[in-house]
């Protein structure tokens, strides 16, 4: 099975609109942080199609490794610079 890679040790703030679907980058290998580019067909890892309920600024993981997927737990804060890039298992 494959790692996810820490695209980042910080969460990405980003604005997503009520009711529009969208997919999170699950690898951590998307250049286009947080959401997917398609980076994912060299793994066994899928992306996540979510939506929300309202509108609004949200904090998006970028570690890969927060148990609230697409949204920032506070994970991050295990890596350090050094890790990102890099896999780390889940
Ligand atoms: S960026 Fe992943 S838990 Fe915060």
Redesign the pocket.
Known sequence: MSSPVVA????KRVHLEAGQAYFFCVCGRSANQPFCDGSHKETDLKPMKFTVQESGDF?L??????ENRPF?????NQFTPADVGQERPL
């Open positions: 980042n040790n910080l969460p904090w993981c970028c570690c890969k490794h927060t920032c737990d506070g994970h991050h």
